[in-house]
Nanobody, 123 residues
Framework: VRLVESGGGPAQAGGSLRLSCTAP????????IGWFRQAPGKEREGVSC????????KYSDSVKGRFTISIDHATNTVYLQMNSLRTEDTAVYFC?????????????????WGQGTQVTVSS
């Protein structure tokens, strides 16, 4: 399974970015799709996840109220809308798929990973 992230780049603090995750030739079925991030020198952190079957979502406390995860079933694309960005949101963002469907922000639950997209927020 190949996951492709896009939409990263530079942003100003307080600004917005929207990340996209697609999976060419693959459908998400009953899987859970998650967004993770990893800043230099830090561990990978779960940001948000969504169940493709029922749309239930989960967010880390650090992004709750600022980020929104969604799925476009027509295009099999998962989005992460990031608003009110902060400098501490700077990281490489990865999307991942959990084929067992557990709504979790633990990275070890996920089977497939994209290559990541860099988000850099400046003050």
């Amino acid at each position: 399974v190949r996951l492709v992230e896009s939409g990263g780049g530079p942003a100003q603090a307080g600004g917005s970015l929207r990340l996209s995750c697609t999976a060419p030739g693959f459908t998400f079925d009953d899987y859970v799709i998650g967004w993770f991030r990893q800043a230099p020198g830090k561990e990978r952190e779960g940001v948000s996840c969504i169940s493709n079957s029922d749309g239930i979502t989960k967010y880390s406390d650090s992004v709750k109220g600022r980020f929104t995860i969604s799925i476009d079933h027509a295009t099999n694309t998962v989005y992460l809308q990031m608003n009110s960005l902060r400098t501490e949101d700077t990281a490489v963002y990865f999307c991942a798929v959990d084929s067992l469907g557990a709504l979790s922000l633990w990275s070890h639950e996920y089977d497939y990973w994209g290559q990541g997209t860099q988000v850099t927020v400046s003050s």
